[in-house]
């Protein structure tokens, strides 16, 4: 192997690592505009959200969507549905929380 050559493979090196970096780059773009997409959340239409849910047990505060507010009875918000939340609330994708 003459110099020539192996300056060549390191070239080669950097720009493959180069590249990687790049791909990287672009992963986090990818992933940034999907969280972004997320927050597109479903019209509480959508899903017949009601504030106060009228089936026992299957509240908003019992569903793995459901992010509390400050308190236990102060509104909340949803992973998936818009806008302030009941704790006391329910809709179509409720998702009962794994009992701990
Ligand atoms: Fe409430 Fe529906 Fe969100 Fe569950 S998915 S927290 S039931 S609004």
Redesign the pocket.
């Known amino acids: 192997m003459n110099h020539h050559q192996i300056d060549g493979v390191s070239r080669r090196d950097a720009l493959q690592r180069g590249l990687s970096a790049i791909a990287g780059v672009a992963i986090v773009r990818v992933t940034g505009s999907s969280a972004y997409a997320a927050s597109n959340q479903l019209a509480k239409t959508a ?1 017949q ?1 009601a504030d106060v849910g009228n089936v026992a047990g299957k509240d ?1 505060d019992d ?1 793995i ?2 992010l509390p507010g400050k308190t236990a009875n102060d509104l909340g918000t ?1 992973k ?2 818009e806008g302030d ?1 009941s704790p006391h ?3 179509l ?3 009962a929380k794994p009992k701990s």
């Open positions: 899903v959200y908003c569903c969507q459901f949803c998936i549905v939340i609330g329910h809709c994708a409720f998702s």
